[in-house]
């Protein structure tokens, strides 16, 4: 018992408080009294300010008495010991003492034995109780880092079973068949990306859910093999936790176990989650196309090529349709059936990738980077960087700077 107990007594008596200090041989016990208190109001405002290990407590003081000292300090987490010596030996009160968390309860004798007892048996427990908590949180820590170096492989294409053999020794089984979801961030600390993985692992409990989450990707495996179904699950999640799907966009793989591992499944999902427009929504990864809507052709196929080739330039739905030999209303109506969005959202969105792009590279000013990517307003340019990112384009760049 080499490390020092840090205590604070309360009792509303004087001679109590000093009695027990006197007649106890604290220091052989490792203990180091720290405080005495009158009453629970000053002995909450003195574990506040010390973080004290032990705290041996009077039941009835005045102001503030043992109990509500007690359920306050439960409230607040306390991570020590209570310990309540007291001259009266009401049921109830023990009940409540046992409700609050309280260590154990003493009554108040000639001599000082029990109490002696009660703090050697006391700081054991202790000690077990956070040599037990340090040790679980370092193997939270190990399987956390295991899980993610896991995916991270799989994200590379590879299947990693020395990694996947240590996940299933802490109970965290890969199902041998399924689908994969691939979740990407489109706004930058968006805690509605949070909401959606939750929600996805929430209502894929029943089907083997593995998930690994990061601030800016997701990656769940579920033996669910139904892509249909996942989609229309994930559709409706993410109508609820975003707003008009722009905080992600959602990639489902084929499912895999017969024609394509469970490492092609993870690629291909994340390949769907990124889709050349930067549009928020559910994309099917083996079809290459924005989910409930078939592969993008014809005039629509035409006038998305034109933003991809042209997007630099003064672009508006008037100017390609006129390419395209259409009407403006028959252009707006193709688009927003494949795409799910407007044509403004599109050119928008594809606008700013391509300027996330340049401020990557480093080598332009965000002013020549605005005009680079079609915007004439630098100011405008960075309230539509911030609407679709969520951040500014400096905000963003120094981002991209603590990263590197």
């Known amino acids: 018992m080499a490390e020092k107990y840090r205590l604070i007594i309360v009792d509303d008596e004087y001679l109590v408080r000093k009695g027990i200090i006197k007649t106890v041989d604290w220091a052989s016990l490792g203990v180091e009294v720290i405080a005495e208190c009158d009453n629970g109001r000053q002995a909450l405002e003195a574990v506040r300010k010390y973080s004290p290990d032990l705290i041996i407590s009077d039941v009835r003081m005045p102001v503030m008495d043992g109990l509500e000292l007690a359920e306050k300090l439960n409230e607040d ?21 046992l409700e609050y968390g309280v260590s154990g309860y003493v009554l108040k004798p000639e001599e000082n034995e029990q109490l002696t007892k009660k703090v050697v048996e006391t700081i054991a427990a202790l000690e077990e109780r956070r040599k037990n908590r340090t040790a679980l949180a370092s193997l939270v820590s190990g399987v956390s880092y295991v899980r993610e170096m896991y995916f991270s492989r799989l994200e590379e294409g590879v299947d990693d079973k020395s990694l996947r053999d240590q996940l299933s020794v802490a109970d965290i089984v890969i199902p041998p068949s399924g689908t994969v979801v691939y979740g990407r961030a489109l706004r930058v600390q968006d805690a509605a990306f949070g909401r959606l993985y939750e929600q996805l692992m929430r209502a894929l409990e029943n089907f083997s859910a593995v998930g690994c989450y ?7 495996i579920t033996k669910l093999a139904d892509a249909d179904a996942l989609c229309e699950c994930a559709e409706r999640l993410l109508d609820e936790c975003g707003r008009d799907a722009a905080v992600a966009a959602v990639g489902i793989s084929s499912a895999f176990g017969r024609d394509i591992s469970l490492a092609s499944a993870v690629v291909q999902a994340g390949k769907a989650a990124h ?10 990864g083996d079809e290459g196309a924005y989910r409930g809507n078939k592969k993008t052709k014809g005039i629509v196929e035409a006038a998305l090529a034109i933003i991809y080739e042209s997007y630099a330039e003064k672009l508006t739905v008037k100017s390609v349709a006129d390419k395209l030999f259409v009407s403006e209303s028959h252009l707006m109506h193709e688009i927003k059936v494949v795409t799910g969005k407007t044509f403004n959202d599109c050119l928008k969105h594809y606008r700013i990738a391509k300027a996330k792009e340049l401020l990557k590279q480093g080598e332009m000013r965000v002013n020549e980077i605005a005009a680079a ?9 960075g309230q539509v960087f911030k609407d679709v990112v969520g951040i500014t384009p400096s905000e963003y760049l120094e981002k991209l ?4």
């Open 77 to 97: 987490d306390f991570d020590g010991a209570i310990i309540f010596y007291s001259g009266y030996s009401d049921f109830e009160y023990v009940r409540k003492a």
């Open 214 to 220: 990061g601030d800016e990707r997701f990656i769940i």
């Open 275 to 284: 889709p050349v427009l930067e549009v928020g929504g559910v994309y099917l």
């Open 373 to 381: 990517v079609g915007f004439s307003d630098g100011r405008y340019f």
């Open 401 to 404: 700077n603590e990263e590197n």
